[in-house]
């Protein structure tokens, strides 16, 4: 393991349960269905200015981070939300609706997201971090990205449910998914799946413990379609951000041009369009390097990060060539990109190790590397 230690909080934040940073109280914002309004988004946008430092950063579970909100601001702050309805009733329920919903959603997919939703009211206590995956559109776009009950289309159009880490799943109707999903939570928590109050579904099923019965792995999803990138889409445009985060003025100016779809990928797909708005502060074509490299907040924005790192990813990421990635983390706790990539580096107090072809936690090739020392020449 590389770097010192750090602190796994096992819980994300949230608007009425907050996070503490490194810049202020980490505000995270679960829009329904993954959908935001003009009117929403303009007043998020407002908010995260009058209430926060005004950057605005997309989490890989597609919601909606305000930065820099203190104490005193945060009660403001969620009384001008509640007026969007963007609020939960309580932290519980916000908890609860950790539903990730595709951008290219239809309305039965919509519909689907919104039900499910209501079901998890019946849900059992599970791990801070356990969320859902409808991934209904035309075939899934959610492979590489993490959710422990997942809702998936069939090469014939019906709907699986899949355990995350099964390349099979079950078969079951429009109505009955959203009791199914919940059925699948209830078993995951009865094989003894909550370990510690962190556990998640691959790890059970790593162990050889599947579902049976009618929630038995008998049939795979339709093959997925490679993530997208930057791009005008059947729905509108996708636009990117560096490292995914705006400013809250970007986000005002996007809002004017239509409503928005938040992504896991730090894109939002603002529907409608024909063509990429001309609009600074975003990323446009799938080709731009900044595409290939991930980093975390680094510090001081994070009070576990060792070093700050945005600037050295940028700095690097010409150096990446397409098709790869670059993983520049402030710790070895990696949450921009816990998954292995093809370079690695990781701050510690003595400079920042580099790892091949793996994550954070994986033994580096090379230790104590200062800033402006690391070269990725010959690595990929």
Request: hydrophobic fraction near 45%; proline fraction near 8%.
């Amino acid at each position: 393991m590389t770097g010192a230690a750090f602190q796994v909080q096992g819980w994300c934040p949230g608007a009425l349960r907050p996070m503490m940073s490194g810049d202020g109280l980490v505000v995270r914002v679960r829009p329904q269905g993954g959908r935001l309004s003009p009117v929403q988004a303009a007043g998020i946008a407002a908010a995260a200015r009058a209430h926060g430092n005004g950057l605005i950063d997309l989490s890989a579970r597609g919601n909606v981070q305000l930065r820099g909100v203190t104490e005193g601001s945060h009660a403001p702050l969620i009384a001008d939300l509640r007026k969007l309805d963007l609020i939960d009733a309580d932290a519980a329920d916000e908890a609860r609706r950790n539903i990730l919903v595709t951008p290219f959603a239809d309305a039965a997919t919509d519909t689907l997201a919104a039900r499910l939703g209501a079901a998890l009211a019946d849900m059992p206590p599970l791990p801070g971090k356990f969320g859902f995956v409808v991934d209904t559109g035309p075939a899934p776009v959610f492979a590489g990205i993490a959710g422990d009950i997942r809702l998936e289309r069939a090469t014939d159009g019906g709907l699986v449910l899949r355990c995350d880490g099964l390349a099979l799943g079950a078969a079951v109707s429009e109505s009955e998914a959203p009791a199914a999903a919940v059925a699948l939570a209830r078993w995951f928590v009865a094989s003894g799946g909550v370990s510690g109050g962190r556990g998640r579904m691959a790890a059970l099923v790593g162990r050889g413990i599947l579902p049976d019965g009618d929630l038995a792995p008998r049939i795979a999803p339709a093959p997925a379609l490679p993530t997208p990138q930057p791009s005008i889409v059947p729905q509108g445009a996708l636009v990117g951000f560096a490292f995914g985060q705006m400013q809250a003025e970007t986000l005002e100016a996007l809002a004017a041009l239509g409503s928005l779809r938040v992504t896991p990928w730090r894109m939002l797909l603002v529907e409608g369009l024909a063509a990429m708005p001309a609009l600074s502060g975003l990323v446009t074509h799938g080709d731009d390097p900044i595409r290939r490299v991930e980093a975390c907040s680094g510090a001081p924005a994070c009070l576990q990060a060792l070093a700050p790192v945005r600037d050295i990813a940028a700095r690097l990421a010409t150096q990446v060539p397409q098709g790869r990635v670059l993983h520049v983390s402030g710790c070895a706790k990696g949450c921009a990109h816990p998954a292995p990539a093809d370079v690695t580096l990781v701050a510690t107090t003595a400079g920042f190790d580099l790892i091949r072809n793996g994550s954070t936690l994986d033994a580096p090739l090379r230790r104590g590397l200062a800033h402006d020392d690391i070269d990725l020449k010959g690595l990929f």
